[in-house]
């Protein structure tokens, strides 16, 4: 299945980059790289992000000191997003940016393997999740990192299931319905708080904490993501290891609908 963008990141993200990106959420951003990759400097390797959507990892692997970075997006405004940034840091030469899908054969093809190919709460919004991790993990060299985010599947009558039907009532609302929408979302999110005990204006304060990311840009990215695909961590895991004898060096997973977190090495 090919992929078709029904809810524009790329729109989403251009807010962010002009209103929300700061050297503090940089500085968030490089620090999410290392604290999961265990590299502390990405001198002398190769980078290539999937999904660049704002760019903003691009950026802080390009500051870690990354020799080579490759940048590309499905989705056209995100690419721009990406280009601005680029552009702000010099428009180094050693990093490239380009439009294109990842379940595109003939502009795969065209890309260099690298030390460390990142992917993050992207290939499930393919319309072929399994194909995407597929023609992703082509790209990582030999000894290299897969650093990919995949939506956990969430058994039960508010599980997965029932959040796929919520992107889709979203992504065909008018705009007005997508604001009430959006509201309701942050409403349930501020009451979960309230029952923990947090300060929900220090916890959405705080959320550039959050790899660097942007409070309501996410919750807008996590309704309107669209298509929307999902497995359990285990189904990730035995995909990987059994497709290409990855090895896992880290994970974070979660028992909700959020993102399970992988770092794969390739075998030398």
Request: with cysteine.
């Amino acid at each position: 299945m090919a992929e078709k963008v029904t809810f524009s990141f790329g729109r989403n993200w251009r807010d962010f980059v002009t209103s929300f990106l700061n050297e503090d959420r940089i500085s968030e951003a490089e620090k999410s790289l290392k604290g999961f990759t265990g590299l502390e400097k990405f001198n002398g390797l190769s980078f290539i992000d999937i999904g660049c959507g704002s760019g903003l990892f691009s950026l802080a692997a390009y500051k870690l000191g990354a020799s080579k970075v490759m940048s590309f997006d499905l989705d056209p405004f995100s690419v721009r997003c990406c280009e601005y940034l680029k552009e702000k840091e010099g428009n180094p030469a050693d990093w490239t940016i380009s439009e294109g899908s990842i379940l595109d054969e003939s502009f795969i093809n065209k890309i260099e393997k690298a030390d460390i190919v990142y992917s993050w709460g992207v290939l499930h919004h393919t319309g072929n999740m399994w194909q995407a991790i597929r023609n992703a993990a082509r790209f990582v060299k030999s000894g290299g990192l897969f650093f990919i985010a995949i939506y956990n599947r969430v058994e039960g009558p508010f599980g997965s299931k029932s959040w796929l039907e919520l992107k889709r009532v979203y992504n065909r609302s008018s705009r007005i319905v997508k604001k009430l929408l959006e509201y309701s979302f942050i409403s349930l999110i501020v009451l979960k708080m309230l029952l923990m005990l947090k300060n929900p204006v220090s916890e959405i304060k705080n959320y550039k904490k959050n790899r660097g990311m942007s409070f309501w840009t996410d919750i807008k990215d996590s309704l309107g993501g669209y298509p929307y695909e999902y497995a359990s961590a285990g189904e990730v895991f035995r995909f990987c290891k059994q497709e290409f004898c990855f090895v896992l060096e880290n994970s974070k997973t979660v028992n909700n609908l959020g993102l399970n977190e992988f770092l794969f090495r390739s075998p030398k």
